[in-house]
């Protein structure tokens, strides 16, 4: 069983920036690709980005390209999600999760453990 536990969320004025942190236990986080998430209030919940195993291949959403950015630290078992120059819109409860296959996949079915959300607010 693959524990994550996602930190760093609070609350921001527009345009300031966030590090989102996820530590890993259990499990072999090295194998897995990582993937972040995000859910605002009665909305549905989102891909955001998601990194391989291999920190090789990385993908975002479009909305959020040049803006937040997905990293992997094996060693600490950890990913991160870099938001800078936040918006408004961004503001959701972001989750982290890892899929086993080791690839980049944006779909959340493909995502096998998930962590319990931190909250990002975003105040214009």
């Known amino acids: 069983q693959v524990n994550l536990v996602e930190s760093g969320g609070g609350l921001v004025q527009a345009g300031g920036s966030l590090r989102l942190s996820c530590a890993a236990s259990?499990?072999?986080?090295?194998?897995?690709?990582m993937g972040w998430f995000r859910q605002a209030p009665g909305k549905e919940r989102e891909f955001v980005a998601a990194?391989?195993?291999?920190?090789?291949?990385?993908r975002v959403v479009d909305s959020v390209k040049g803006r937040l950015t997905i990293s992997r630290d094996d060693a600490k078992n950890t990913a991160y999600l870099q938001m800078d120059s936040l918006k408004s819109e961004d503001t959701a409860v972001y989750y982290c999760?890892?899929?086993?296959?080791?690839?980049?996949?944006?779909?959340?079915?493909?995502?096998?453990?998930w962590g319990q959300g931190t909250q990002v607010t975003v105040s214009s």
């Open positions: 999760a890892a899929d086993r296959s080791g690839i980049v996949r944006l779909n959340i079915d493909a995502f096998s453990y």
């Open positions: 259990g499990g072999t986080f090295s194998t897995y690709a």
């Open positions: 990194i391989s195993w291999d920190g090789r291949t990385t």
